[in-house]
């Protein structure tokens, strides 16, 4: 599994995923909360690992030409 760039990306994403699994009757309770729990150690790991000030960027700043 790749992550997303951002926590923007993560949320956007995980927000996908809820949607699909709520129509999806083939996924379990179990595979749901094992994926938000992947998803929201990601997101930790990310704030525990960065400094603050970039923890909480929403978009990536784009590279100087």
Same mark, same amino acid.
């Given at each position: 599994?790749?992550?997303?760039?951002?926590?923007? /990306?993560? @949320?956007?994403?995980?927000?996908? +995923? $809820?949607?699909?699994?709520?129509?999806?009757?083939?996924?379990?309770?179990?595979?749901?909360? /094992?994926? @938000?729990?992947?998803?929201?150690? +990601? $997101?930790?790991?990310?704030?525990?690992?960065?400094?603050?000030?970039?923890?909480?960027?929403?978009?990536?700043?784009?590279?100087?030409?």
């Amino acid at each position: 599994m790749s992550y997303p760039r951002n926590y923007f /990306d993560a @949320l956007c994403e995980t927000m996908d +995923f $809820l949607r699909a699994a709520r129509a999806d009757e083939a996924l379990s309770k179990a595979d749901v909360l /094992d994926s @938000l729990e992947n998803r929201v150690s +990601f $997101l930790l790991t990310k704030l525990l690992a960065t400094p603050t000030t970039t923890g909480f960027s929403l978009f990536h700043a784009e590279p100087p030409p």
